[in-house]
């Protein structure tokens, strides 16, 4: 995929590794304390059933009216600085995964700003926060084995680029728009989060069981893929022959189903399966048009 290279006004930081002594909002041990507030593990690695994701972000509702005519105007506004020292040029421009990263990262905000522009909702941007190993978030920790998550108590999206090579080489996704869908999948995160469903989800997941909560986990993994989808459509001229196989591959290696090989029910699975992983990718692609990527309304 044929991506202009990065905006270097876009909110990126990079705390290295922090191993040792951290935690989010200045305390100690708030991984799990603040868990629930995560809004996505991409979907790797065994630490996804300690996480469970309780996935609090969702698209419920809301949907229509990212689409509907009229509105004055869109205000765009940006989250806090991160931390972390150099400028987004620098930041970027330090290794290719994280210019890869930056770069999926600029598309998308230029493309979800002018999907609100349209509607005159106002649009915040995310932050963008790169760390090696160990570091922290307005969640709690940051680790590695979390794989990449947006949080909502910082707008932010956390990645650690060696999963980019995960990717590659333990899941079999690899090419450029293998990662771009990893940007664009969390950035979907932070889109439902901005529409203001994610409390809707909030307060499903606080009162109903089990098996609810991971339904209602499932259909917010599968908003954000069709998103990620709507993303990649919106810049349709821009890819290249094969990224949309990259894609498919990458959404097929990350279902519930393929990672746990049958060893989980379905009623555990937090993320969907393989073929709806695809299905939701290739509707948001083949539409364009985030009205069609109501998850929490359709049959799955």
């Given at each position: 995929m044929r991506l202009d290279d990065f905006d270097p006004d876009i909110n990126v930081g990079d705390q290295g590794d922090r191993s040792g002594g951290f935690g989010g909002g200045g305390g100690g041990g708030l991984l799990f304390g603040l868990l629930p507030l995560i809004g996505?593990?991409?979907?790797?690695?065994?630490?996804?059933?300690?996480?469970?994701?309780?996935?609090?972000?969702?698209?419920?509702?809301n949907i229509g009216s990212m689409i509907g005519g009229g509105g004055s105007g869109t205000q765009v506004t940006r989250s806090a600085p991160q931390s972390g020292e150099g400028s987004a040029t620098q930041i970027c421009s330090s290794d290719p995964a994280k210019r890869a990263a930056c770069n999926a990262f600029s598309s998308a905000e230029n493309?979800?700003?002018?999907?609100f522009a349209k509607s005159g909702q106002q649009f915040k941007a995310p932050g963008l926060q790169f760390f090696s190993r160990n570091g922290r978030s307005g969640c709690g920790a940051a680790q590695s084995a979390m794989g990449p998550f947006y949080c909502p108590t910082d707008d932010t999206i956390y990645l650690d680029t060696s999963f980019f090579d995960e990717l590659a080489n333990r899941f079999g996704a690899k090419g450029d728009f293998a990662q771009y869908y990893v940007i664009a999948h969390e950035f979907g995160h932070h889109i439902q989060n901005l529409l203001g469903t994610s409390e809707q989800v909030q307060r499903v997941q606080r009162s109903a069981g089990e098996a609810e909560g991971n339904a209602a986990s499932v259909r917010l993994e599968l908003q954000a893929d069709c998103y990620a989808?709507?993303?990649?459509?919106?810049?349709?001229?821009?890819?290249?022959?094969?990224?949309?196989?990259?894609?498919?591959?990458?959404?097929?290696?990350?279902?519930?189903?393929?990672?746990?090989?049958?060893?989980?029910?379905?009623?555990?699975?937090?993320?969907?399966?393989?073929?709806?992983?695809?299905?939701?990718?290739?509707r948001g692609l083949q539409t364009g048009d985030p009205a069609q990527c109501d998850t929490f309304r359709s049959t799955l």
């Open positions: 996505s593990r991409f979907g790797c690695g065994g630490i996804v059933v300690v996480l469970i994701l309780l996935a609090v972000f969702g698209g419920l509702g493309t979800w700003e002018a999907i989808g709507v993303w990649a459509a919106q810049n349709r001229d821009r890819l290249d022959p094969g990224d949309i196989e990259e894609g498919m591959t990458a959404a097929s290696a990350i279902g519930d189903d393929t990672l746990t090989k049958g060893r989980v029910s379905p009623d555990n699975f937090t993320h969907g399966t393989s073929a709806q992983r695809m299905e939701w990718l290739r």
